[in-house]
């Protein structure tokens, strides 16, 4: 079964830092497009960042309001996904998810929550 | 970037009622529109792909249809589970974008 797991979430102060990870299972992970999405608190979904596979070249692209700050990493070694989040702005505060994306974001972990307060 | 405009942003409807959700890209998309369904506390779910194909295990009362600029989310008879709010998303873009979302509440 495919499984996304997101970890590394919790309370930061504003311009802080925060490692996101998302340990992916049941499918082949190297071949995979991965997304990072976010919810703030009462909001729709926001996208953050998409990270391609090796083989079509591994390259990252953020939304506007992250780039810069955020960066998106992967290990296929370890089946594992990482968003690098610095700077940290009170709006970054939402629930994060990790996707999976072949035709439209298929499977979703179940999300961690940043908070980002002084 | 392109951005998507759903539409109503609400409404209220019965058990049984056949409802329809629009979303509108700033620009032309093709076909490369998703639609998801989120309820709340849950993480979101795919129901259609590329505007009109629907996702394994999606029921068959969900469709999708459009291309270019305007697409419509058609439930065709609304069921208990289906109340939560509904999202559209381009592919078209390298920068990818989500509509506002469509909440769907029981009258």
């Known amino acids: 079964e495919v499984h996304l797991v997101e970890s590394g979430g919790g309370l930061v102060k504003p311009g802080g830092s925060l490692r996101l990870s998302c340990a992916a299972s049941?499918?082949?992970?190297?071949?995979?497009?991965m997304n990072w999405v976010r919810q703030a608190p009462g909001k729709g979904l926001e996208w953050v960042g998409r990270?391609?596979?090796?083989?079509?070249?591994?390259?990252?692209d953020y939304a506007a309001p992250v780039k810069g700050r955020l960066s998106i990493s992967r290990d296929d070694s370890k089946n594992t996904l990482y968003l690098q989040m610095n700077s940290l702005k009170t709006e970054d505060t939402a629930v994060y998810y990790c996707?999976?994306?072949?035709?439209?974001?298929?499977?979703w972990g179940q999300g961690t929550t940043v908070t980002v307060s002084s | 970037d392109i951005q998507m405009t759903q539409s109503p942003s609400s409404l209220s409807a019965s058990a049984g009622d056949r409802l329809t959700i629009t979303c509108r890209a700033s620009q032309s998309i093709g076909s490369f529109l998703n639609w998801y369904q989120q309820k709340p506390g849950k993480a979101p779910k795919l129901l259609i792909y590329a505007a009109s194909s629907l996702q394994s295990g999606v029921p068959s009362r969900f469709s999708g249809s459009g291309s270019g600029t305007d697409f419509t989310l058609t439930i065709s008879s609304l069921q208990p589970e289906d109340f939560a709010t509904y999202y559209c998303?381009?592919?078209?873009?390298?920068?990818?974008?989500f509509g506002g979302g469509t909440r769907v509440e029981i009258k």
């Open positions: 049941g499918f082949t992970f190297s071949n995979a497009w």
């Open positions: 996707t999976t994306e072949s035709y439209g974001m298929d499977v």
């Open positions: 990270i391609k596979s090796k083989t079509d070249g591994g390259t990252a």
């Open positions: 998303q381009q592919s078209y873009s390298t920068l990818l974008t």
